[in-house]
Antibody
Framework: EVQLVESGGGLVQPGGSLRLSCAAS????????MNWVRQAPGKGLEWVSS????????TYADSVRGRFTVSRDNSKNTLYVQLNSLRAEDTAIYYC???????WGQGTLVTVSS | DIQMTQSPSTLSASVGDRVTITCRAS??????LAWYQQRAGKVPKLLIY???SLQSGVPSRFSGSGSGTEFTLTISSLQPDDSATYYC?????????FGQGTKVEIK
């Protein structure tokens, strides 16, 4: 089955860290760039980060640059994002999204609160 | 960054009505435009990609058109199941950007 499955979300205090994972299956993961998109409660969609097929080219939204780091392991068909220095405004559902937007995961909730 | 502006923000229509949502990009995005439907508490569902290509499994009452900076999503005959928020998104260049959403309500 073609799918993306995120994990790693949870409750974290401001300033804390979390690593999210996205396991891909059913397609050739190493052939596609991948992205993280988030949605704060009751808000719209916001692109967070992308990584190219090889993992060499990474781009970030201004709101997370310097705090988040995207990576991938093509041998494990898995996408990651390391979230550091978390703020309340980072509270959101985080989705991984395949290049060409045709596949989204179910999302994982990150809540930043004391 | 490319700004995506959707209109209207909300609309209320009756079952069977033809509904049109507009999305404008601040610069040309060729046809790299997607439309999503998001029901409350659910994952965004891809309806249309490349401006006018219907995603597999999506009812044919949904259609998309446009290129460059002006795009539309049309629901030819609104159904009760179509009550949701609809988003447009450009994936022509990074950062990907989304419209602010259009909430569709059934009268």
């Amino acid at each position: 089955e073609v799918q993306l499955v995120e994990s790693g979300g949870g409750l974290v205090q401001p300033g804390g860290s979390l690593r999210l994972s996205c396991a891909a299956s059913g397609f050739t993961f190493s052939s596609y760039a991948m992205n993280w998109v988030r949605q704060a409660p009751g808000k719209g969609l916001e692109w967070v980060s992308s990584i190219d097929e090889s993992g060499e080219i990474r781009t970030y939204a201004d709101s997370v640059r310097g705090r988040f780091t995207v990576s991938r392991d093509n041998s494990k068909n898995t996408l990651y994002v390391q979230l550091n220095s978390l703020r309340a405004e980072d509270t959101a559902i985080y989705y991984c999204v395949k290049q060409y937007v045709d596949l989204w995961g179910q999302g994982t909730l990150v809540t930043v609160s004391s | 960054d490319i700004q995506m502006t959707q209109s209207p923000s909300t609309l209320s229509a009756s079952v069977g009505d033809r509904v049109t949502i507009t999305c404008r990009a601040s610069e040309s995005i060729n046809r790299w435009l997607a439309w999503y439907q998001q029901r409350a508490g659910k994952v965004p569902k891809l309806l249309i990609y490349k401006a006018s290509s219907l995603q597999s499994g999506v009812p044919s009452r949904f259609s998309g058109s446009g290129s460059g900076t002006e795009f539309t999503l049309t629901i030819s005959s609104l159904q009760p199941d179509d009550s949701a928020t609809y988003y447009c998104q450009q994936y022509y260049t990074y950062p990907w950007t989304f419209g602010q959403g259009t909430k569709v309500e059934i009268k």
